[in-house]
């Protein structure tokens, strides 16, 4: 299952099972679980933890050293769960110390070719990276959040669950879960409800979700003003409370 012409160091754990191509590099500390498929020329360095059943294509560079000029070589990781899909080119970093020390992502994502992820990035499950999107450091991505390709995010920022951007948008600000994005600077163009409804969820909640976004967009509210309304009339909609809950956790502000 491993190709001869490929330098696997003896401190790397793979499972039985695990088919590794032609020309790849597997460093010491990393560990590929069961049903994995590393294809040609592909490198990994570790500390570096894959789940089961990733499949990485050739040229894709995962676990390498970030480029924070702040690194001196500290003992940070990287972690990915199960079922990924990492296309031609891609780049995931480690993290830093200045972080968590991990950059961690979900499982059943797809990366598609020469997406990147910079060192501590927290991604979660069923996201998808177009061609060339590139998450800067620290960023945070919900579930099912969808980056059109040769967008860019911004350091810090965080994208909230079914969240999508447009091609080329460039974020610099928190999206909140739900919504639509497209442009330079990044703009909110209302709710993901094709997404949304893809995804099975009800009249009620997509009712709900389009009131609370004319509260924060629409109507000339303050943010606080809007989240107070949201919460008096939906405080038991669970939909409308992770909405309101990525409006308060911004740091960065929200797009508007």
Avoid at 81 to 110: A, F, K, M, W, Y
Avoid at 134 to 155: E, K, M
Avoid at 161 to 178: E, F, L, Q, R
């Amino acid at each position: 299952m491993i190709h001869p012409t490929a330098i696997v160091d003896p401190g790397a754990q793979l499972a039985d099972d695990v088919e590794v191509g032609p020309f790849c590099v597997i460093g010491a500390d990393v560990v590929i679980g069961a049903g994995c498929r590393i294809g040609p020329h592909v490198v990994l360095k570790g500390p570096t933890r894959l789940g089961r059943r990733n499949r990485i294509f050739q040229f894709a560079s995962v676990g390498e050293e970030c480029q924070d000029k702040k690194y001196a070589g500290e003992p940070t990781r990287l972690e990915m769960g199960d079922d990924n899909v990492v296309r031609e080119g891609v780049t995931l970093h480690r993290g830093t110390v200045q972080d968590r020390g991990v950059t961690t992502i979900g499982s059943r994502n797809l990366f598609m070719a020469y997406a990147h992820v910079g060192h501590d990035c927290l991604i979660g499950d069923d996201c998808i990276l177009a061609n060339q999107a590139t998450l800067g450091g620290h960023v945070t991505l919900g579930d099912f959040v969808i980056l059109g390709g040769l967008s860019a995010i911004h350091q810090f920022c965080h994208v909230g669950a079914h969240a999508m951007c447009g091609g080329g948008s460039i974020v610099t600000k928190d999206i909140p879960a739900y919504l639509m994005v497209n442009g330079n600077p990044g703009q909110a163009h209302g709710l993901n409800l094709v997404g949304l409804k893809r995804r099975g969820f009800s009249r009620e909640a997509l009712k709900a979700l389009s009131d609370a976004y004319r509260l924060v967009y629409r109507q000339g509210l303050t943010l606080d003003q809007a989240l107070a309304e949201i919460d008096a009339r939906y405080a038991d909609l669970a939909e409308v409370t992770a909405f309101s809950d990525s409006l308060r956790v911004s740091t960065r502000g929200i797009i508007r």
